[in-house]
């Protein structure tokens, strides 16, 4: 491994210490509040509403394009693929 590989193997570590922390801090806090709730809420009332709209195929091409361009693709390489793929 490179040395920029290393540090990106000890960020990416670091990174996912930190969320899980974050998420063990967040069960424990609530796990005491709704300890003490004399008027339990609803499951329901609890989660917070996701909103999944469909996703167009231009927005599926844009956000393959720029995960391909954030994995070191180059913008060249994105462009001969793009003359190369056949019209819908």
Known sequence: ????????CFDAARDRTRLQYEASLWQAWHAAYLARVKDFPEFSDLLRPRKKEPQDAAAQTLALNQLFLALGGKPADL???KKDQPDE
């Open 79 to 81: 462009e001969k693929m």
């Open 1 to 8: 491994m490179t040395p920029r590989e290393v540090v990106r």
